[in-house]
């Protein structure tokens, strides 16, 4: 069983507690969930906030144990009592898609802003989009910008390139072309291949930026190797040339 993602966040955190956080991440490296668990349980007794988390992404996830959306909700509520940003947006995720209860868009964007005041990106950017989409608040395309720019600032690719596409198109905001570039190129450096293409296609065509032929076609690679069609349609006609 490979270490799960969800316990990163917690794993870079300041080691303030004992070694019980630790000991369950190494039970869960060697495919030992039921002593993980047991490692987690006392740790998060103890106040370790990271292993709250923990356990609410393995009953979460079934991790070595049946899927228990009531078990993993009041862990990761205590993870978010005790301060932990991860914990905060997780249960925001929990209310936005009703995981094991009543959808409530209200506590979702409550706890999304636990997280997002704490730096979370991922709360940041599930902010915007709840401002932006009018779900369960009135819209607001400037808080939808803010947050998408804290987001961003945070590396959060997908922030990056819904700001972006908003100054690109000019939606809801003034249309800015070397602001549509600048975070493009932020999305892309993160990890978002349209926005990768999407540049590309502002530097082939030169609308609003410089042209530039080279830069285009080394975003338009980018993509295509990452399995985006339209980046290796483009890349391709470079190649006829």
Do not use: W
Request: charged share 25%; hydrophobic share 35%.
């Amino acid at each position: 069983m490979k270490p799960y993602l969800f316990l990163l966040p917690f794993a870079a955190a300041v080691a303030l507690f004992g070694d019980d956080f630790q000991n369950g991440v190494a039970a869960f490296e060697q495919n030992k969930p039921q002593e993980a668990i047991e490692f987690f349980k006392t740790a998060c007794q103890n106040d370790d906030a990271r292993a709250c988390g923990a356990l609410g992404y393995i009953y979460e996830n079934a991790q070595g144990v049946a899927k228990d959306y009531a078990r993993s909700k009041t862990y990761y509520k205590q993870a978010c009592d005790k301060n932990n940003a991860t914990g905060c947006v997780s249960l925001g995720v929990f209310y936005y898609h009703g995981y094991g209860d009543d959808q409530n868009y209200t506590k979702a964007r409550e706890y999304y802003e636990k997280g997002c005041e704490q730096n979370n990106a991922l709360g940041c950017y599930n902010l915007g989009f709840m401002y932006k989409n009018a779900l369960g608040i009135k819209y607001d395309g400037e808080e939808a910008r803010k947050f998408y720019a804290k987001a961003c600032q945070g590396g959060e690719a997908q922030g990056c390139f819904d700001l972006a596409f908003m100054y690109d198109k000019g939606v809801e905001i003034a249309q800015n072309s070397p602001q549509a570039a600048f975070y493009y190129s932020e999305s892309c450096r993160f990890g978002n291949v349209k926005g990768c293409y999407n540049l590309g296609m502002m530097y082939q065509s030169g609308e609003g930026i410089a042209q530039d032929s080279a830069k285009a076609q080394k975003l338009f690679s980018i993509a295509c190797q990452n399995k985006l069609e339209e980046g290796c349609k483009h890349l391709e006609s470079f190649k006829k040339e």
